[in-house]
């Protein structure tokens, strides 16, 4: 109900919000006084306020400034996999232990990590600001921290199955949390409560809820995070071990729509989703999921959308994949449906049965790994050139990840999803020349802004590569001491 109250003559209308609504500190500065309105206007004097969108008459900007790497060179897949793609006769040592791994929620009988482990979220953030760009008061950090019920890790500890896509929250909410929306880097898009994404029809263990059973806390094979409770089911031993002795149908198409017989529409395919097959007919692959009832679904796709099992690194499929990963939008965290710089390179790789961690960080140190310690631009192209193998390398730099993709009119190109590039003014004031997509670039991307920032170039950011088709030369070498050490 909302209620009408004078203050001095200031008229306020209260009315409830909900419960999940981060509370907005109390303001210290003195309230502005309220313009009066011109009664002969028509509008409000702000019109954001509560008119139609249609409403508003607006011109809104269109294509931005142009950035000489993505003009100059072919944002296609085609040319950079034609010439430096290599088409594998046999699988790779990786690619055989891939479903061990997509697997491994479902052979977890208590919870993977520590209580204190995943709980680090709780103390981590005290503070920050809301969607309304207001701070949020400490009271609505202490009801996240009760709602969590940590109390209760691991009680529930079962098998389960996702119904839908969905985001992986730091905390059981939706609502999201920014540093400083006024700074660079701080507010949008980067929701400090996004940790990651689930794909639809994907195996994940279930720790507990939330007090209220709205939200459940699980594990994927690469991360872990609050779920809607209604985007999930729990499944028995036996539709587990149905579902894994099953051939595997791995997606290559972004957005197709998954049917089925009664219903029609289900979900979109997604890559990095990985099915397991019912039959082949005509030009189908037909596919078992798993409904809210625990009971088995069988949807149709499209041959064109999919293959099965893990494929050898090809050029074909490379070509397929990458271009539908360059249709892609920057989403931090998988927000929106969309990737960001990890995820990209991680489902990318999904179709070729490649296992690789979901953070940029925990990617840069899988496989081969070759430091770029004390090393100048040029050593590093150098090294890039010489030891990087196209497809199969990662350029790691704080926060980032690029996949390298070989030479190309004499430029070391790589594939990325990015959100901007960083710019510093005459004034000294930090900003973003927003990119905002997946792009392939050199790595000085953005060099030929007015604004530049040149300290805080890819290239000389950037700390290590690593060949993640390749095994760890430390490893090898263990390997294979072991191997000499065998009595005949």
């Not at 052979?107 to 920050?128: C, D, I, M």
């Not at 389960?160 to 896509?165: D, E, F, G, Q, W």
């Not at 459940?216 to 031993?237: C, E, K, M, Q, R």
């Amino acid at each position: 109900m909302n209620t009408t109250v004078w203050m001095g003559g200031l008229l306020l209308v209260l009315g409830g919000c909900s419960t999940h609504t981060p509370i907005a500190a109390p303001s210290s500065k003195p309230l502005k006084v309220i313009p009066k309105l011109d009664t002969n206007q028509s509008q409000l004097a702000d019109p954001f306020c509560c008119m139609l969108p249609q409403d508003l008459e607006l011109k809104l900007p269109e294509y931005g400034p142009k950035v000489n790497d993505l003009e100059r060179f072919e944002q296609s897949m085609i040319p950079y996999v034609e010439r430096n793609g290599i088409d594998r006769e046999n699988l790779l040592d990786i690619q055989t232990t891939f479903e061990g791994r997509y697997f491994s929620p479902w052979n977890y009988t208590a919870p993977p990590q520590k209580v204190q482990e995943v709980t680090w979220p709780l103390r981590a953030y005290k503070g920050g600001y809301g969607s309304n760009l207001r701070p949020v008061a400490p009271v609505w950090f202490e009801s996240i921290k009760n709602s969590s019920n940590f109390e209760a890790y691991g009680s529930q500890s079962q098998k389960a199955i996702t119904l839908k896509r969905m985001d992986m929250r730091a905390f059981p909410t939706d609502k999201p949390l920014y540093k400083d929306p006024s700074l660079p880097g701080e507010g949008y898009p980067f929701d400090l409560l996004q940790n990651s994404s689930v794909n639809y029809n994907e195996p994940i263990f279930v720790s507990h809820r939330s007090k209220d059973g709205a939200w459940s806390y699980i594990f994927t094979n690469n991360a872990s995070g609050w779920v809607p409770s209604d985007g999930i089911t729990l499944i028995d031993d036996s539709m587990a071990l149905s579902i894994q002795k099953s051939e595997k149908v791995f997606i290559i198409e972004d957005n197709v729509a998954l049917t089925d017989s009664v219903k029609g529409f289900v979900a979109y395919s997604r890559i990095g989703m990985v099915l397991p097959l019912e039959r082949i007919e005509g030009e189908y692959y037909y596919v078992k999921t798993v409904d809210s009832n625990n009971t088995l679904k069988i949807l149709s796709i499209p041959k064109h959308s999919a293959h099965i099992g893990a494929s050898r690194l090809n050029k074909k499929d490379m070509i397929a994949i990458g271009t539908e990963m360059l249709k892609n939008t920057y989403g931090w965290g998988g927000m929106y449906g969309e990737r960001d710089c990890s995820s990209m390179i991680r489902d990318m790789m999904t179709p070729f049965g490649i296992w690789l961690p979901r953070n940029s960080s925990s990617q840069s140190k899988k496989g081969e790994v070759i430091s770029f310690t004390g090393l100048s631009d040029d050593e590093k192209l150098s090294l890039i050139q010489e030891k990087g193998v196209p497809f199969e390398t990662i350029i790691y730099l704080k926060g980032h990840v690029l996949l390298y993709v070989g030479s190309y009119q004499e430029s070391i190109m790589v594939m990325h999803n990015i959100w901007g590039i960083r710019t510093l003014d005459k004034q000294g004031n930090k900003g973003r020349h927003i990119i905002g997509k997946a792009v392939i670039s050199t790595l000085e991307l953005g060099a030929d802004l007015e604004n530049y920032d040149p300290e805080m170039k890819l290239l000389t950011r950037v700390e290590s590569m690593n060949i993640f088709t390749k095994t760890p030369l430390s490893l090898a070498r263990e390997n294979k001491s072991k191997i000499k050490k065998k009595p005949l």
